[in-house]
């Protein structure tokens, strides 16, 4: 029943998939966590036609479908603009934007229980804006944000299933892959629902402990039960 | 010119305020209303000065300080720092900042740094000193307000007064031209007033230049060339702390004096 | 095909996107609810809905379709023969974990005093939550509900897998057979998902903020 895990070949279909959705997922959501800030400061700091713009990006990315926004991407951006682009680079950029709509709403939203106090306080020491953001700001609101960030990791991991159906080697490719091979269907998509669930899980695990060690001594942050 | 280390020429500064209970912001309506915070005060600073305001709370003596610092942006009138106006368009805020120390009623803390973390950051980042200098120059603040048994704790693990001190050690580490505190105890238990009084006592013995809003009368008397008595957005009346604690002038400070010595007296 | 005519096809998909999205947001509400109270008020078994609410954070919807669908209809013809069943077991199921987690934060605001105030006037612990937690619950859920509505609306998209003709599904059938034109049925198709994510969540969370107000919040 198992036996497609001892195929050799299957098991670089899966090693090579399971690279894929770690890769992509890293990549996609640290992008989006350097975009999502400036979002969140460009939505409390902007003018008008800036946070306007900001609501317009963030509505269209929450509120489709990733899938939808990735055979757009993969589809159309290249016919478009008329160029040759990777498809992995694609699937990387749109997971990346599609994060920062999400994760603009976690940092700005732990940025503004710190806001008021902690800026005038930079300030009062001579620092500048960007100074405070960067040395004071940041630091308190990346810590708060960890939990949020996690989910987000989690349901993004869970979102680059999609790129199986996209014809990438990710780990639902492999599974598709191996599935064609003539195998029982069931065992191949369990053991490919419990690579993810382990990494998933193990990756929430380090979070947790990276959370735990990075709170502020004294200082209970947001409860988690 | 230069006379005066700070000076305020006919400032004003009205806000508007929304009243939003805190929690479910959005099902309460907002109330809006317009509080004329400053209304036409000067005031000169000169070296080694120690000004003292007081006044009703709600007054608006809080928001002149924190003009002062630019803090909070005047509608109209110049703040000066020695020959720089801060008020005029194109003014280096930061620049001038760093020049002003500020001290927070409720103390504002880098929440995320140690006592030395929340001394040594402007001093890295805005003088730009090399490290092993603006660490020595912390412990140095840090010794001199008498914090230095919790140099490596966090604002949460200090007691008020504790943090207080610290917020005063981030406030003089720059050495700046002027100190400004905004009612430095009151946000404190009784009991921990005393030790923040103290170091604002040497201080004032070393002739640091300080701009104190403070009801502490006991230390008013003692360090203070001249009070201030503010009262809805205005100055009432100036003078030593002598014509204060005797006979003031006016009838509102000579009613808030009453009620503030009874208070004091009955503690 | 002229864009009005794609359209028209698209549109014919949302019925089921939406039938979709309902009856798993109905699983989500009657399997969460009893999981959050658990979590909350039966200390001892609440590592049973830890390990549920994991492996639901855990393991794709993708993958999970598949695995009901195509895993264990040879098994089971009936129930997981069907793909609408498939879609709403498996989006509904995984509801119910984020649900829980969303109830469990509004079991917290509604706060044990309440409870503690259920079970002295005779209340057992069930009955009290029943008549005196649940009713309040949805007041603090709202806002989170709003999102969870609109994630399912997305996450219906993943039914493409099992071969449902959702407004997904035909936006790739539009592309595959047009003459090329990729551009058009996506761009459609985007469109008619933000349509149905937005009001619906707006509304929520307004009706959510009026009912605490109303009652005094």
Redesign the interface.
Known sequence: MLEFLFNPMHQGWIVQGLFLTVEITLFGVLLGLGLGTLLAIGDIYGKKPVKAAIAVYVEIFRGSPLFVQLFLAVYTVPTILNLQIDHAILAFLVFGLNSAGYQKGYVKGAMETILDDQMQAGLSTGMSKIQTLRYVILPQAYRIVIPSWTNEFCSLTKSTATLGYLGFMDLVGAGLAIKGSNYEILPVWIVIGAIYFVWITGFAKIMDVIYEKKRIPGVELAMQS | MADFVMEARNVYKTYSIKKIKKGDAACNVPVKHQVEAVKNVSLQIRKGDIKLIFGPSGSGKSTFLRCMAMLDIPDKGEIYLGDECLTAPGADLNKARARIGFVFQHIYLFRHLTALGNVELALRQVLKLPKEEARKRALDALNEVKVSDCINKYPAQMSGGQAQRVGIARAIARNPDIILLDEPTSALDPELTGEVIDTLRDLAKEGTTMLIVSHEMPFAREVAEEMIFYDEGKVVETGPPSLFFNAPNTDRAKQFMTRIINRTTRE | MDVWQQFIILLEGVPLTLSISIFSFLIGIVVGLPLAFIRVYEKEISFVVDAYE??F????????L??FF???R??FPFPFGNAFFVACFVLGLRSAANQSQIY?GAI?GVGDEQMIAGMSVGFSKWRAIWYIMIPQVFNFSTSGLGSEY?LLI?????V??IGLAEV?TR??QL?KSGPGD??TP??L???I??AL??PFAFWL?KWG??R??KIG?
């Not at chain 3, 954070?57 to 999970?64: K, T």
């Not at chain 3, 997305?154 to 993943?158: F, G, L, P, V």
């Open positions: 994991k492996i954070r855990g393991v794709p919807e993708i993958v999970l598949l695995l195509f895993g264990l040879p098994f469990r917290r609109a997305k996450d219906s998209a993943y493409y897998v997904m936006s790739l592309a990729y551009v996506f761009v198709g985007a469109a998902y933000i994510t937005f969370d903020n009026k605490k107000k919040l």
